[in-house]
C-alpha cells in the first residue's frame, strides 16, 4: 500500500474515531457551485449588478445610445436576462449631462438609493464629468429620481467611473481622472466622502498606467471595482484601450492601513483578467463583483465582446455585453479572477471528498487532483449534456473548450479533444450519481464502463470499480 492510500485509509480512521457526526459535514465546501448562462445581457457596457437587503438584485449599465440610465430589477441573476428594463433618467437636451452617458452604478447609502454616472456636455462631448441621482423610494426602479449635481473634485478635468465602499465604517470614493501634468488618459483615485456626493478631504491618487499591458492604445487606468475578504482590500481596475487589449489590473491593501497612503497598496505585475482566443472572449473589463443568491459564492460581474476585430474607434462599436462567472480565492487569500469562459454554462471545480483542499484539474491534458490550482481554469469543467447514452453527462475543459474528461482504455482519465466518434463520446460520458461517500456530494459511473466510476488513486484520476470505503471516498466530489 502507497503512502496516499495508508494517509487515506487513517485520514477515515481518524474522523470516524474522533467525529460524532458524519465527515461530511467538515468536508462540504463553504462556497458551493453556482450555475448560470453567458451572455446574460446584449449590447450593456460598464455593467453592475448590486444586491440589496429586499433579496432582489437591481443591475444598471452603459447603453450603447449612451443616452440615458436605465435599471432592471430580478430576485436571480439569471433573471436580469429577462426581467423589463427601465429608464430612470435621461441626457439633457442642452448643456452639461447632455452627451456620453457612461457607467452607471447604483448603491444604497443611509437609507437612500444613489446612482453615479459619468456624462458629457453637447457643446464639448468630451468634458465628461462625475454626477449623482438621488431616490427616497423604496423600489428605485419605479421611484422619482433628483439630480444633486457634479461631484467637485480638485481638478476639473476628465472624470468617470465613480464607485463607493466603506471599510471600517468609513465611506469611500474611486474613480478615474486624468491629470493635466502628466501624460495619461486616466488614473485612478480615492478619497473619504463627507456626504454621497461630496468629497471631504484631498484625494490620493492610487495607479498610474506606466505597464505595457495598461498603455496598448491608450494609457488607461479606469473602472475601479472594490472586494473585501480575509482583512484585506482588492481593487480592481481596467487598463488599455477598450478594444481587446482591454483588461484587469488589481490593487490590495489591508483593511487595517490608511487606505488614502498610496503606498499601502501593492499592484499586480501582470493582468489578472484578460482576453482568451480559447474561450472566444475578447477585451473583458469594467468589472464590477456582486454575490450569489445564497450569499455564499462572489460573483465576477464584467463586460467583453465575442470577436476580436473592430472596425474603427470600439467606443463606437455596440456589442459589449454582461457576463458573469464565480470568482474563487486563492489559498493565500488573494482572488482569483480565472478567464473569461466560453458562451453557455459557467463551470464549476470538483474538490475532492476525502482530500478537500484538492481539486481535479488537468496537467498535460493528464486529470489528477491538485491543490491551490491558481491557473484556476485547468480546474474548471463545464457540465453539458452527454456526447452518449440519455441521462448522462460530459464535463468539458473550461479553457480546452471541445476538450472532455474521459476514459482511456487502460482506464486513466485524460482530457482530450473529441475525435466525434461513437467510441470516444461513450468513453466521455458518465452518469452523475449521488455522492458514493456523501449524498450531498457527486460521484460519475461511466457509461461505457457500468459500475465503474472516476476515483483518484495517487492523485491521479482513473475509472475504477469502487466498493471499500476508502475507493467510494476517492470516488465523491463535491461542485464548487
Request: aromatic residues 12%; neutral net charge.
Amino acid at each position: 500500500m502507497t503512502r496516499n492510500r495508508l494517509l487515506a485509509v487513517g485520514a477515515a480512521v481518524l474522523a470516524t474515531t474522533l467525529l460524532p457526526v458524519s465527515p461530511a459535514g467538515a468536508a462540504t465546501p463553504a462556497s458551493p457551485a453556482v450555475s448560470y448562462s453567458n451572455t446574460l445581457i446584449e449590447k450593456r457596457a460598464d455593467a453592475q449588478i448590486y444586491k440589496h437587503t429586499d433579496g432582489f438584485y437591481y443591475f444598471t449599465a452603459t447603453a450603447p445610445e449612451y443616452d440615458r440610465i436605465i435599471l432592471r430589477r430580478s430576485a436571480t441573476i439569471q433573471g436580469l436576462a429577462t426581467a423589463p428594463e427601465t429608464v430612470i433618467w435621461t441626457k439633457h437636451a442642452a448643456g452639461a449631462m447632455g452627451a456620453h452617458i457612461w457607467a452607471p452604478e447604483i448603491h444604497f447609502i443611509d437609507g437612500r438609493w444613489y446612482v453615479y454616472f459619468a456624462a458629457g456636455s453637447t457643446t464639448d462631448i468630451w468634458k465628461i464629468r462625475m454626477y449623482v441621482l438621488e431616490s427616497s423610494d423604496a423600489n428605485p426602479v419605479t421611484g422619482s429620481w433628483t439630480e444633486k449635481g457634479q461631484i467637485a473634485t480638485p481638478m476639473d478635468s476628465f472624470a468617470l467611473d465613480a464607485t463607493t465602499f466603506t471599510v471600517n465604517g468609513t465611506r469611500y470614493l474611486s474613480w478615474a481622472q486624468q491629470d493635466p501634468a502628466i501624460a495619461t488618459n486616466s488614473n485612478v483615485y480615492l478619497a473619504k466622502l463627507s456626504n454621497p456626493w461630496t468629497l471631504a478631504g484631498t484625494p490620493v491618487r492610487l495607479t498610474v498606467p506606466t505597464l505595457s499591458w495598461e498603455t496598448v492604445g491608450y494609457k488607461v487606468n479606469e473602472g475601479p471595482a472594490v472586494i473585501q475578504h480575509g482583512g484585506k482590500v482588492f481593487l480592481s481596475y481596467s487598463a488599455s484601450a477598450t478594444d481587446s487589449n482591454y483588461c484587469l489590473g488589481l490593487l490590495s491593501a489591508s483593511a487595517s492601513a490608511d487606505l488614502l497612503d498610496p503606498a499601502a497598496w501593492s499592484k499586480s505585475p501582470t493582468p489578472v483578467f484578460k482576453s482568451n482566443a480559447n474561450t472566444g472572449q475578447y477585451g473583458p473589463g469594467h468589472n464590477q463583483f456582486t454575490v450569489s443568491e445564497d450569499g455564499r459564492s462572489d460573483i465576477l460581474v464584467y463586460h467583453d465582446r465575442g470577436y476580436q476585430a473592430i472596425n474603427g474607434d470600439p467606443l463606437n462599436d455596440p456589442n459589449r455585453r454582461t457576463r458573469v462567472q464565480k470568482l474563487y480565492w486563492n489559498a493565500d487569500g488573494t482572488p482569483n479572477f480565472g478567464i473569461p469562459m466560453p458562451d453557455g454554462t459557467t463551470p464549476k471545480r470538483l474538490s475532492s471528498y476525502n482530500f478537500p483542499d484538492r481539486y481535479i484539474r488537468h496537467w498535460e491534458y493528464r486529470a489528477r487532483l491538485d491543490a491551490d490550482v491558481t491557473n484556476l481554469a485547468d480546474s474548471q469543467f463545464r457540465t453539458v449534456p452527454g456526447l452518449s447514452g440519455s441521462g448522462t453527462v460530459s464535463l468539458e475543459s473550461a479553457n480546452f473548450p471541445g476538450y472532455y474528461l474521459r476514459s482511456r482504455p487502460n482506464g486513466e482519465v485524460w482530457v482530450d479533444k473529441s475525435d466525434g466518434s461513437t467510441a470516444f463520446e461513450d468513453s466521455a460520458s458518465f452518469f452523475q450519481r449521488s455522492g458514493l461517500a456523501d449524498s450531498a456530494a457527486v460521484s460519475y459511473e461511466s457509461y461505457s464502463l457500468p459500475g465503474q466510476y472516476v476515483r483518484h488513486y495517487d492523485y491521479l484520476l482513473r475509472v475504477e470499480v469502487v466498493t471499500t470505503t476508502v475507493g467510494k471516498a476517492d470516488a465523491t466530489f463535491y461542485q464548487q
